[in-house]
């Protein structure tokens, strides 16, 4: 149910340097009462580290991994209905369909697309939306946009595709997915036609 890494979740590197140790916290957005698991209502680690790998990447990161089981069966969170993060989430895409050229037939991704209002937002006609989200009690409403989201991850073919790929607080769950050799691939740097937008809070990993 929770693993202690003892290595970057991004780079693979072995020196982890502590950062600050907040205790043990409950998991964000959880209101305990009947019909929540107990896992739910007890609390986890929630210790900082940082990669000090010599030629390591230097990313801040949770020592502690706790079961996806757990972090996303009952998450209590809708992007849509904040109108400040409806707003962040518009901006974010404003921006970057100012920075690709974006034309019919391409494809937006967004890793961690909550109930899809950031995917809704792209005003390009004839693009691909594809949204990735674990958490089943959300992503009905990003179907009911007519968005159709996956619960797991997939390798985005090489060639033939320039994705713009957006992840906002999709690395602190992670374990090894994101560096070679791991169960997935870190996506590589975008090109011109593709962008990158990773945005980060201080909360445990939801």
Same mark, same amino acid.
């Given at each position: 149910?929770?693993?202690?890494?003892?290595?970057?979740?991004?780079?693979?590197?072995?020196?982890?340097? #502590?950062?600050?140790?907040?205790?043990?916290?409950?998991?964000?957005?959880?209101?305990?009462?009947?019909?929540?698991?107990?896992?739910?209502?007890?609390?986890?680690?929630?210790?900082?580290?940082?990669?000090?790998?010599?030629?390591?990447?230097?990313?801040?990161?949770?020592?502690?991994?706790?079961?996806?089981?757990?972090?996303?069966?009952? !998450?209590?969170?809708?992007?849509?209905?904040?109108?400040?993060?409806?707003?962040?989430?518009?901006?974010?895409?404003?921006?970057?369909?100012?920075?690709?050229?974006?034309?019919?037939?391409?494809?937006?991704?967004?890793?961690?697309?909550?109930?899809?209002?950031?995917?809704?937002? !792209?005003?390009?006609?004839?693009?691909?939306?594809?949204?990735?989200?674990?958490?089943?009690?959300?992503?009905?409403?990003?179907?009911?946009?007519?968005?159709?989201?996956?619960?797991?991850?997939?390798?985005?073919?090489?060639?033939?595709?320039?994705?713009?790929?957006?992840?906002?607080?999709?690395?602190?769950?992670?374990?090894?997915?994101?560096? #070679?050799?791991?169960?997935?691939?870190?996506?590589?740097?975008?090109?011109?036609?593709?962008?990158?937008?990773?945005?980060?809070?201080?909360?445990? #990993?939801?």
């Amino acid at each position: 149910m929770i693993k202690e890494i003892d290595r970057c979740r991004i780079c693979g590197g072995k020196t982890l340097r #502590p950062v600050i140790d907040l205790g043990s916290q409950y998991i964000a957005s959880i209101f305990a009462g009947d019909g929540v698991m107990d896992e739910l209502q007890q609390r986890y680690p929630l210790d900082v580290v940082r990669c000090a790998d010599p030629g390591g990447c230097g990313l801040v990161q949770l020592r502690h991994s706790v079961s996806p089981r757990v972090l996303y069966s009952h !998450y209590g969170y809708l992007s849509g209905i904040n109108e400040a993060m409806r707003a962040n989430l518009r901006d974010i895409v404003s921006k970057v369909e100012q920075r690709s050229t974006l034309k019919p037939g391409d494809i937006v991704v967004d890793i961690g697309c909550n109930d899809g209002t950031l995917l809704m937002f !792209y005003e390009t006609g004839g693009i691909d939306r594809l949204g990735f989200d674990p958490a089943e009690n959300v992503v009905f409403s990003a179907r009911e946009k007519g968005l159709e989201p996956l619960a797991d991850a997939v390798f985005l073919q090489e060639g033939g595709m320039d994705p713009v790929i957006r992840a906002q607080e999709s690395v602190g769950p992670l374990d090894d997915g994101a560096r #070679p050799g791991g169960r997935g691939r870190q996506p590589a740097a975008p090109s011109a036609g593709g962008a990158v937008s990773r945005r980060r809070r201080a909360a445990h #990993p939801r």
